[in-house]
């Protein structure tokens, strides 16, 4: 590897750790018994410039993940200019405010946490013509902190996505608390999806995904795998 320039970024081989975890995810699926087509990689480039993000999507990563609204708004048009069957997952927590940008910039929003952000949602579908495909997040750790719907709540606010506005409900997303053991989260987000008839659960995150493979994860959301350390993490 040449040395790194200390005027650039960081060297970093996005592509060597993108097939990394491509391997790992393969792998994962073989042991427990699924297709590893059946399982979705969605890079999150959240804080990554498009100088960063440019070789995943050259080594044909088609799926990511961004967690604010005007941070992809800044990055992705140019990058779809250039790529564009990329699918772009809104993974952060939503302002009613940005629903309109969101429906607009997004195919597939995966935070949906309250009825009010649900509604907006819908109102934004009806103005635009667009609809992107929507999950719920669920609060597994029932973590005052975190973003999602409580799992006693998640029934109710499913139910008010798809009869009362009209959403394309396709999925459940979790961020179980650190420092636990994921796999009671993911199992419980499964059982949600299971009485609720959804067939998408993302989960697994760099640090789990394999755990998350194995609990029937459809979608991982990995970031620092892939592209390395972000400079100022951000606290979702
Ligand atoms: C940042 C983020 C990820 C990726 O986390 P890594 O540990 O960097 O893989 C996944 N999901 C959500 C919701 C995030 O905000």
């Not at 959240?46 to 990563?61: M, Y």
């Not at 009010?116 to 667009?130: D, F, I, Q, S, V």
């Not at 750790?141 to 008010?160: W, Y």
């Not at 798809?162 to 053991?181: H, S, T, V, W």
């Given at each position: 590897?040449?040395?790194?320039?200390p005027?650039?970024?960081?060297?970093?081989?996005?592509?060597?750790?993108?097939?990394?975890?491509?391997?790992?995810?393969?792998?994962?699926?073989?042991?427990?018994?699924?297709?590893?087509?059946?399982?979705?990689?969605?890079?999150?480039?959240?804080?990554?410039?498009?100088?960063?993000?440019?070789?995943?999507?050259?080594?044909?990563?088609?799926?990511?993940?961004?967690?604010?609204?005007?941070?992809?708004?800044?990055?992705?048009?140019?990058?779809?200019?250039?790529?564009?069957?990329?699918?772009?997952?809104?993974?952060?927590?939503?302002?009613?405010?940005?629903?309109?940008?969101?429906?607009?910039?997004?195919?597939?929003?995966?935070?949906?946490?309250?009825p009010?952000?649900?509604?907006?949602?819908?109102?934004?579908?009806?103005?635009?013509?667009?609809r992107?495909?929507?999950?719920?997040?669920?609060?597994?750790?029932?973590?005052?902190?975190?973003?999602?719907?409580?799992?006693?709540?998640?029934?109710?606010?499913?139910?008010?996505c798809?009869?009362?506005?009209?959403?394309?409900?396709?999925?459940?997303?979790?961020?179980?608390?650190?420092?636990?053991?994921p796999?009671?989260?993911?199992?419980?987000?499964?059982g949600?999806?299971?009485?609720?008839?959804?067939?998408?659960?993302?989960?697994?995150?760099?640090?789990?995904?394999?755990?998350?493979?194995?609990?029937?994860?459809?979608?991982?959301?990995?970031?620092?795998?892939?592209?390395?350390?972000?400079e100022?993490p951000?606290?979702?």
């Open positions: 590897m040449d040395a790194p320039d005027q650039s970024q960081p060297a970093f081989d996005v592509v060597a750790s993108l097939a990394h975890v491509r391997e790992a995810i393969a792998w994962a699926a073989k042991e427990s018994g699924r297709k590893v087509e059946d399982v979705t990689l969605v890079a999150v480039s959240k804080t990554h410039d498009a100088v960063r993000i440019r070789p995943a999507l050259e080594a044909g990563q088609k799926v990511f993940g961004e967690n604010r609204v005007q941070e992809a708004a800044e990055k992705w048009p140019g990058l779809r200019a250039d790529f564009a069957d990329v699918t772009l997952h809104l993974i952060g927590p939503l302002q009613t405010n940005k629903a309109e940008d969101a429906v607009r910039l997004f195919d597939v929003i995966e935070s949906i946490d309250r009010k952000l649900a509604r907006a949602l819908a109102a934004a579908m009806e103005k635009t013509g667009r992107p495909r929507c999950y719920v997040q669920v609060n597994t750790g029932e973590e005052p902190q975190k973003a999602g719907v409580l799992p006693l709540a998640a029934d109710a606010l499913i139910a008010a798809r009869d009362e506005y009209g959403l394309d409900l396709i999925g459940l997303m979790c961020i179980p608390p650190q420092g636990e053991n796999a009671p989260h993911f199992a419980l987000l499964g949600i999806a299971r009485r609720n008839g959804i067939e998408n659960l993302s989960m697994g995150m760099s640090g789990d995904f394999e755990t998350a493979i194995r609990s029937g994860a459809t979608h991982v959301r990995v970031g620092t795998a892939i592209f390395g350390e972000r100022k951000k606290t979702t």
